[in-house]
């Protein structure tokens, strides 16, 4: 294969794979901000508190970090559980969601990043898998097993939560709420316990999709961050509240950023991210798959 | 010139796979008096949000005082003298009543009548004493009682001097005496020449206040005439009682 | 008090205030001074798009930057006059706040939130690749060795040009406040759809607030690159310029000209001290914590307490 093409391929490999994992990240931000309208900020923060964590048990225990997350989640939920309190008492009830609600989740993100930074510092972290090193290849191609088993559980994880929406009971209420919190509540159903249990969901998720990121690469408290673009992209491009949605505009952002990474420098990709998302905004707000 | 201040043609809009207007026509003479009603979820509150601009209707024209105001925001359509209020009071909490009204009055009123941006406060003041809230023009909005946010939403309206007012169930879950105290208002207005549609599930104050009334049911016009005949009409029992 | 008197008032206090300053020897005052007075022209240029308007935007760092770079550019191309480099940096940001205002002030304030976030990130890609200005390694500024108007020391003269367009910017926002466009700021921050349906047009109004907004906060970044000699990216587009412009008229009071400086000299003074006892990591910690703390606890801030209070008070005193 001519060493271009090889490069093409490797590019388009790399960002699907990524693309998965980005799914990952963002699935959150799709329920919390898609379909209850809350708008979580502080998402990326919770991603990297859970790569951190993962980060720890690795370190001592020498545990893969991603079945350390999974096992961990319901402490993720927990904490998800207690935020949406907090919000809900202090903001939803009032009805200040918007600015008060923007500064508060602000206020998390930031005190999460910086007290990471007290804690361990800003020097990069990364964990010690039993795969990272290892990588597969198919003739010129490369698939590196740090990038394909996140992927794997990655694309797992968000057709799992779209199946548990769709076919589940309480899935189904959390589509619900979604869509006529009003109407719910005049059936009977008890909205803001549906509406935390989702929150909780999308913090849960991000929790796991922070043992994804550390596998995939060093992490440092700045790279929150760098995700809230990102993630607000891919939910934006794909259109919100659809998990479908969120997994295609994950794997065009990661195609995206892939594609500059390899022909325009690694030095360009933040831009990516949060360039298509105000693109979107400015352009086409409705997302790729508009309504 | 004989033409109806508020022309509403073929008027269509849709939400996805949802047609809440179809092909609606309605008309309004200056200063007439005219009754909306129909069951809940009929499409009258999307129709009044596609007259004052709020939604863009997706088929036909809605023209007033003769010029098609299809393109125009809601804010151009407020300066051209069209007032609306909403179900439930949307009042600038952080304002007090008095200021609620200088909004109207600086923002709508002003570009039309031209008055001097000092006299906004007299002017408020005039029309609070109009709807009987003059003692309560220094409290918070956000702090006042039900009936009084009512009554300030339709001050509010007037404030911005419209030629057409369209009162969203203002009457809704109101007593007798309250509802006599908003019918009251809504008639002065009719001796300053301004017309009113009155959306309504209260049926006697429609008939009593209205002139003419209109029908809506699921999207379309059923009837449209004077208020004993539209009573009186088989479709439009049906279309009540058949609920 | 008119538009007029506040002008001439607060000019003469800037002027005292410099005057003032030329018997204190201590050169370590002007540099705290300088950073407090840049905190309070932040937070009245957020707080206008921010408290009156009630649209969040979380990208100060954007706006200050576009004033610090294009000083940089300034000073490497033509060397102008600093006045000439203050107006074209508050310019630049006023059109920044204008382009952006534009193309996503249509949505929900929501999304120009998010929006202004992507700004900083795509603005410090920019800068960080762009040589001219010094990209990632910086640029220096030399400050001229002549002092202007015979002021004791270079640092002075930075001082008292904050304390001008500090005193600029309270005039600006103050008149705002309390003009027709202000109440009808103050509309669109109470029920943006109402305030449409009441003749507000929303969309100019909320363009001249991101205009204003951004080009104040871009005046208090012109004299930055003086100040240090030295610009690099991540100084320009520091964090804390978001966040603190955020909790200090969160802290003083969103509704007033006056809680926005009041927050700013308040948090300003003790993070200079925290600066020194402590790490300026911990400096930012306590900022998202009184952040945090004040949006859930006291969301109108000082000010708020202050006339809640004094309303209590009355209602009493007419009670009672």
């Not at chain 3, 534009?102 to 949505?107: N, S």
């Not at chain 3, 109470?190 to 080009?215: H, N, Y």
């Not at chain 3, 970044?221 to 412009?245: H, I, K, M, Q, R």
Request: include cysteine; glycine fraction near 10%; hydrophobic fraction near 50%.
């Amino acid at each position: 294969m001519e060493p271009e093409t090889a490069l093409l391929f490797n590019a388009i490999i790399a960002g699907l794979l990524l693309g998965g994992f980005y799914a990952a990240v963002s699935v959150g931000v799709s329920i919390s901000f898609g379909m209850l309208d809350v708008v979580n900020i502080a998402h990326p923060a919770f991603v990297i508190l859970g790569s951190y964590i993962a980060y720890i048990v690795n370190d001592r225990m020498g545990f893969d970090p991603i079945v350390v997350s999974i096992v961990l989640s319901p402490l993720f939920f927990l904490l998800g559980s207690l935020l949406y309190r907090v919000y809900y008492i202090c903001f939803e009830k009032r009805g200040q969601e918007s600015l008060r609600g923007l500064a508060f989740f602000f206020g998390i993100l930031f005190i999460t990043e910086v007290a990471l930074v007290l804690i361990f510092g800003v020097d990069y972290r990364f964990v010690q898998t039993a795969y990272s090193e290892t990588t597969l290849r198919l003739g010129a191609i490369d698939f590196p097993m740090r990038l394909v088993v996140p992927f794997l559980v990655s694309v797992t994880m968000v057709v799992g939560i779209q199946l548990f929406l769709t076919h589940t009971f309480f899935g189904r209420a959390v589509l619900a709420v979604a869509q006529d919190t009003l109407a719910l509540r005049l059936m009977g159903v008890n909205t803001f316990r549906v509406k935390e249990f989702a929150f909780a969901l999308s913090i849960a998720t991000a929790g796991v999709a922070g043992a994804f990121l550390i596998v995939i690469q060093p992490v440092q408290p700045a790279i929150g961050r760098e995700y809230i673009g990102l993630v607000f992209a891919v939910c934006v491009l794909g259109g919100m509240g659809s998990i479908w949605g969120t997994l295609l505009g994950a794997l065009v952002l990661g195609l995206a950023e892939s594609f500059t990474s390899t022909f325009f420098g690694p030095s360009w990709a933040p831009a990516v991210s949060f360039g298509l998302l105000l693109a979107t905004l400015a352009f086409k707000p409705s997302g790729l798959l508009g309504r | 010139m004989n033409q109806p201040l508020l022309q509403v043609s073929g008027v269509s809009k849709r939400f996805g796979g949802f047609t809440a207007l179809d092909h609606v026509d309605l008309h309004v003479w200056p200063g007439e008096r005219l009754g909306l009603i129909g069951p809940n979820g009929s499409g009258k509150s999307t129709l009044v949000n596609c007259i004052s601009g709020t939604l863009r209707n997706e088929e036909g024209q809605i023209r007033f005082e003769g010029r098609d105001i299809g393109n125009e925001r809601a804010h151009r359509r407020a300066r051209l003298g069209l007032a609306r209020t909403f179900q439930i009071p949307r009042p600038f909490s952080s304002m007090t009543v008095l200021d609620n009204l200088r909004i109207p009055l600086l923002y709508a009123a002003r570009r039309r009548l031209g008055f001097a941006a000092s006299h906004a406060g007299d002017e408020a003041l005039q029309i609070l004493e109009q709807v009987g809230l003059r003692d309560k023009a220094e409290v918070l909005s956000g702090r006042l009682t039900q009936i009084d946010m009512r009554k300030l939403e339709l001050a509010r309206a007037m404030a911005a001097k419209p030629r057409l007012l369209i009162s969203d169930e203002a009457l809704a879950g109101l007593s007798t005496s309250e509802v006599n105290d908003i019918l009251g208002l809504l008639s002065e207005l009719k001796a300053h020449g301004v017309a009113v549609i009155m959306i309504e599930h209260h049926m006697r104050a429609v008939m009593k206040f209205c002139e003419r009334i209109a029908v809506l049911v699921a999207g379309r016009k059923i009837a449209d005439g004077e208020p004993q005949a539209v009573a009186t009409d088989i479709e439009v029992v049906t279309a009540y009682l058949g609920q | 008090m008119s538009n007029r008197t506040f002008a001439a008032a607060a000019f003469a206090f800037g002027l005292a205030l410099v005057y003032g300053s030329g018997f204190i020897g201590n050169e370590y005052f002007f540099s705290a001074a300088y950073t407090v007075l840049q905190f309070v022209i932040l937070a009245t240029a957020w707080n206008i798009l921010g408290g009156y308007t009630g649209y969040v935007n979380f990208g100060s760092a954007a706006f200050f930057a576009t004033g610090a770079y294009s000083s940089v550019f300034l000073y490497k191309a033509l060397q102008p006059p600093l006045l000439v480099m203050i107006a074209t940096g508050t310019l630049a940001a006023g059109l920044l706040g204008l382009v952006v205002g534009y193309l996503t002030l249509r949505m929900r304030g929501v999304f120009f939130a998010i929006a202004t976030l992507a700004l900083s990130v795509v603005l410090y890609t920019f800068v960080v690749n762009w040589d001219y200005v010094g990209g990632a390694r910086g640029a220096y500024i030399l400050q001229p060795h002549e002092v202007p108007f015979g002021l004791s020391s270079y640092i002075h003269f930075l001082y008292s040009a904050m304390v001008l367009m500090t005193v600029a910017a309270l005039i600006i926002a103050r008149a705002i406040e309390r003009s027709t466009i202000g109440r009808g700021l103050a509309a669109i921050r109470d029920d943006e759809l109402a305030a449409e349906c009441s003749g507000v047009p929303t969309l100019r109004l909320k363009i001249f607030s991101a205009t204003v907004s951004g080009a104040l906060m871009g005046m208090a970044g012109t004299t930055f690159p003086y100040y240090l000699s030295y610009v690099e990216p991540s100084a320009a587009f520091n964090l804390s310029y978001a966040v603190n412009s955020i909790a200090m008229p969160l802290i003083g009071g969103m509704l007033s000209w006056l809680g926005p400086v009041l927050g700013a000299v308040l948090l300003g003074t003790a993070l200079q001290v925290v600066q020194i006892t402590v790490s300026s990591a911990w400096n930012l910690l306590i900022v998202g914590v009184l952040l945090v703390v004040f949006v859930t606890l006291a969301p109108n801030g000082i000010m708020g307490w202050v006339s809640a209070w004094r309303h209590r008070a009355a209602r009493l005193e007419r009670t009672g």
